[in-house]
């Protein structure tokens, strides 16, 4: 055999040789392609949402003074007091009579309105509103224990990644939309 053949033999024999070789330690030492999940604990946070809570209530109050001056009272009072002093009267005193019963009739008519009045109420519908808040937990992450070939450690995730966490050039891949495994 010539010697530039020889050269290539044991050239092309060491290239194959090596390329086996890096072949055959990738096959044994080989980057896990997932995570075991160990344990996925939710992280809570409190939210509180605001509401309108509404109810008629009826609500008494005075009710609106038609006549002020309280003329009515004091004018059926006066007619009826001169009514009752005329006929108690006799003569010249009847006239007396009927001027004073008119008078005191009159007064006792007004401050019969006017009691009236005062407690006179009326009652309406009002609604009334109040802000209440509803709070509810939410899960806003999890705290996830994992182990990737011996080592075992913590992340937080925004998901529950399952029973395993995609692993890809030697690193976990927490993003939801690149993990290719995973239950999620």
Known sequence: MDKSMLTGVLV???????????AGYQATHRQPAYADVLNAQPMFQTVKTPRQVCRDLAVSHKAPVRDRDRIAGTAVGA????????????GSGRT??????????????NRIQKNMQDSNTETTRQTRCKTVYDSQQKVVAYRVTYRLGDKQDVVTMDYDPGDRISVKDGKLVLNRHESTGGNS
């Open 96 to 109: 007396l009579a009927t001027i004073g019963g008119a008078a005191a009739g009159g007064y006792a008519g």
């Open 12 to 22: 092309g024999a060491g290239a194959v040789t090596a390329v086996a070789g890096i």
């Open 79 to 90: 007619l009826f007091g001169g009514l009752l002093g005329n006929q108690i009267g006799a």
